[in-house]
Antibody
Framework: QVQLVESGGGVVQPGRSLRLSCAASGFTFSSYGIHWVRQAPGKGLEWVAAIAYDGSERYYADSVKGRFTISRDDSKNTLYLQMNNLRPEDTAVYYC??????????????WGRGTLVTVSS | IVVTQSPVTLAVSLGERATINCKSSQSVFSSSNNRNYLGWYQQKPGQPPKLLIYWASTRESGVPDRFSGSGSGTDFTLTISSLQAEDVAVYYCQQNYNTPPYSFGQGTKLELK
């Protein structure tokens, strides 16, 4: 069955960096685009970043552009989110989610359970 | 594209109909394939979101048929025909038009009356 498992969250000081990972299994990882979506405590969902199935395209929300980098390692079936210059407003649960359709970037049908990132001094 | 949902909170009795609205700041309809790039998600406390509806009106596999989506262009609706206790959750719409960013609505909290 399809599984997505996030890791790498924790407490970090403002201005520092953190790298999140998303380990995928149960599907052909290299055929699907993957997204990061975050949710601040008690708040709604915010789309953060996406990478195409072949890594050829990467997209970012304005709120993280220039600070976050999404990447993938198909040999390890793993997605990454490198987060630099973290701010308190980046505090959230970070979910990874796969696209529903192969090779196209629309609608996310499987989600991980998330990893909590807390940015605080 | 900005996506706006209404109402923010909705209280409905068991067995009654629940209707949630979603409006996008620009059309998410593609005339090339006659599809609306709009999805609906359900999120229960402590859980990740779950895809309910995609292409505005196509029910995801395993989703009960009391859930339905409608609308086109900029105005969309999620309807639960007969509310069950397990439907209490927060519902989000999301546009997937063209390329990201794929914005979500602010969410609608559905409660029991």
């Amino acid at each position: 069955q399809v599984q997505l498992v996030e890791s790498g969250g924790g407490v970090v000081q403002p201005g520092r960096s953190l790298r999140l990972s998303c380990a995928a299994s149960g599907f052909t990882f290299s055929s699907y685009g993957i997204h990061w979506v975050r949710q601040a405590p008690g708040k709604g969902l915010e789309w953060v970043a996406a990478i195409a199935y072949d890594g050829s395209e990467r997209y970012y929300a304005d709120s993280v552009k220039g600070r976050f980098t999404i990447s993938r390692d198909d040999s390890k079936n793993t997605l990454y989110l490198q987060m630099n210059n973290l701010r308190p407003e980046d505090t959230a649960v970070y979910y990874c989610a796969k696209d529903k359709l192969e090779t196209s970037g629309y609608f996310q049908d499987y989600w991980g359970r998330g990893t909590l990132v807390t940015v605080s001094s | 594209i900005v996506v706006t949902q209404s109402p923010v909170t909705l209280a409905v009795s068991l067995g009654e109909r629940a209707t949630i609205n979603c409006k996008s700041s620009q059309s998410v309809f593609s005339s090339s394939n006659n599809r609306n790039y709009l999805g609906w998600y359900q999120q229960k406390p402590g859980q990740p979101p779950k895809l309910l509806i995609y292409w505005a009106s196509t029910r995801e596999s395993g989703v009960p048929d009391r859930f339905s989506g409608s609308g086109s262009g900029t105005d969309f609706t999620l309807t639960i025909s007969s509310l069950q206790a397990e439907d209490v959750a927060v519902y989000y719409c999301q546009q997937n038009y063209n390329t990201p960013p794929y914005s979500f609505g602010q969410g609608t909290k559905l409660e029991l009356k």
